[in-house]
């Protein structure tokens, strides 16, 4: 089975700062990936998603992501952050093998001090 | 979010009661999922449903039953509930012909096992 591993559990970082959050699965399969955020007291909400294409992708509030085969990575960026930013961030992997089943990383919470 | 809710929203329960949880979806979606959401574990799978009276186990089963008679309802029960088992559950759907296939979650129930 699939696993996936997110090695930053808590970063703390200064508006405008920039972020870059590991993410490393375990599958050597083709694999959809994924980043959900949580803010604080909320749901788990989309922030962006790898299908195939270009391994750079962006998603909302200036996030993006690049997909790296060869080491099994799938890292989070954001060139500047804010203090909305401030949730915990999750990585989570669909394997071909899995139908439509995610796993998801352990979570990074991240807060950024204004 | 629109679409999935969960109920009771909090809960406390004693140990050795009985408890249901449960999720409602106006989507139609075929897939549903209960995730359990501890710091440091991420968000890890109890059981998933395929379709209707159709479930399956996830990596985190023991001690919990799930329930599928009708698309829009997923029962997550715990037979008799441990303190182990205080956490969040988040109800999720997700359906591959959706064309921004990914997990919508629900906002999620806080349980509290005394």
């Known amino acids: 089975a699939q696993s996936v591993s997110q090695h930053n559990h808590h970063v703390i970082l200064s508006e405008a700062a920039s972020l870059e959050l590991g993410c490393n699965y375990s599958y050597g399969g083709t694999v959809n990936l994924f980043w959900y955020v949580q803010y604080p007291g909320q749901h788990l909400q989309l922030l962006l998603k790898y299908f195939s294409g270009d391994p750079l992708v962006k998603g909302i509030k200036g996030f993006e992501a690049e997909f790296i085969k060869s080491k099994f990575s799938f890292n989070l960026r954001k060139p500047s952050v804010q203090w909305s930013d401030t949730a915990e961030y999750f990585c989570?992997?669909?394997?071909?093998?899995?139908?439509?089943?995610?796993?998801f990383g352990g979570g990074t919470r991240l807060m950024v001090k204004p | 979010d629109a679409g999935i809710t969960q109920s009771p929203r909090h809960k406390v329960t004693e140990t050795g009661t009985p408890v249901t949880l449960r999720c409602h979806q106006t989507?139609?979606?075929?897939?549903m999922y209960w995730y359990r959401q501890d710091p440091g574990h991420g968000l890890r799978l109890i059981h998933y449903s395929y379709g209707v009276k159709d479930t399956d186990k996830g990596e985190v089963s023991d001690g919990y039953s799930v329930s599928r008679s009708k698309t829009e309802d997923f029962l997550l029960t715990l037979e008799s509930a441990t303190s182990s088992q205080t956490s969040v559950y988040f109800c999720?759907?997700?359906?591959?012909?959706?064309?921004?296939?990914?997990?919508?979650f629900g906002s999620g129930t806080r349980l509290t096992v005394v």
């Open positions: 989570a992997v669909n394997a071909d093998n899995a139908g439509n089943m995610l796993t």
């Open positions: 989507e139609n979606h075929r897939y």
């Open positions: 999720a759907i997700s359906d591959l012909a959706d064309p921004n296939y990914g997990y919508t």
